[in-house]
């Protein structure tokens, strides 16, 4: 039975852009991760996007990805609250991801332009949308498209584009992630899509300025509550005044915490992050071609974590 699904009424609030533990061999641990998508929803979070951008998505196989979904829905999480990372240049190898990922009851995916190509044009764009949608050849599924911005010289989906894709395909291109961190980048799209289709921002200090209805964040992996509050636009004062610490509102807390990570590689620092609040070391592994941390980097920020008091129930 098709699952009813509404982009506008379901998409919202905040979906951790998951952090994927691997071994030392670099394969993914999906012990690990099922536990870390349990731990976060015990914390109250409910959704989640995996293979995302901080989940490394466009460095793992469809099969890599595949066996990682079964797990994690075999360990209790729904798979109508997950969206999929799917990255590929290849239209065929996008489709089939989707389709068996399908088969497993996931039906949102996000999926990026071909990363290959730096300067593709508006109608190869749309073509290569428009076979994976006619090979995908599915009605009940969803279509995020994600909006790379600065992070990638393959740049995004101009606005023609999107807008052709959302008049032909309206039931399946239903919501946009953005992960500039520029937040006039963010702004053009509410302008012109924000009436239509959710836009998430990626960027966590945005957040407050933008009062969006739904954020992927990858800081929500260490720290969902405080991501939870500013959503929600309700930023209580922290009642734990602890010993230096100098900010207590949720979004000072983000652009601290952003600070401490500073011009560090950003996954190699939430990950180390992650290791030092769960005390598991093998968290710091990350999938190359990701930059890891140098020693004194490393040292630097297990400084900076440990000023920065990260509460468990946070």
Known sequence: MPINLSAKNDFHGVWPDVLVPLHADLSIDEARLSSHLRNLSAKGVEKFLLFGHAGEGASFSAEEKLSAL????????????????????????????????????????????????????????????????????????????????STSHAGDLPEVTLTELRKSHPTIFVGIVDQDKHV?????????????????????????????????????????????????????????????????????????????????????????MLAQHHRQGDWEHVRPPQAKLSKEGREALMKAFNTFNLLANE
């Not at 798979?79 to 068996?100: M, N, T």
């Not at 957040?207 to 209805?213: N, R, V, Y």
């Not at 009642?239 to 190699?268: F, T």
Request: hydrophobic content about 45%; proline content about 6%; some cysteine.
């Open 70 to 149: 079964a797990h994690v829905i075999a360990s209790g999480i729904e798979a109508k609250d997950l969206l999929l990372g799917v990255y590929a240049s290849s239209f065929s190898d996008a489709a089939h991801l989707i389709r068996k990922a399908y088969e497993q009851g996931v039906r949102r995916f996000l999926l990026s332009a071909p990363l290959f190509y730096a300067h593709t044009s508006h109608g190869a764009l749309l073509d290569f949308y428009e076979q994976v949608i006619s090979r995908v050849n599915l009605n009940d599924w969803q279509l995020f498209v994600h909006q790379l911005g």
């Open 184 to 272: 006039n980048h963010t702004v053009d799209l509410i302008r012109s899509f924000g009436s239509e289709i959710p836009i998430a921002s990626c960027h966590e200090p945005n957040l407050s300025i933008l009062k969006p209805s739904v954020c992927i964040s990858a800081l929500a992996n260490v720290v969902p509550n405080i991501l939870r509050h500013i959503i929600a636009n309700d930023l209580p004062v922290n009642g734990s005044q602890m010993p230096g610490m100098k900010v207590v509102k949720p979004d000072d807390r983000v652009v601290e915490l952003m600070n401490v990570i500073g011009e560090y590689p950003p996954i190699a620092a939430m990950k180390l």
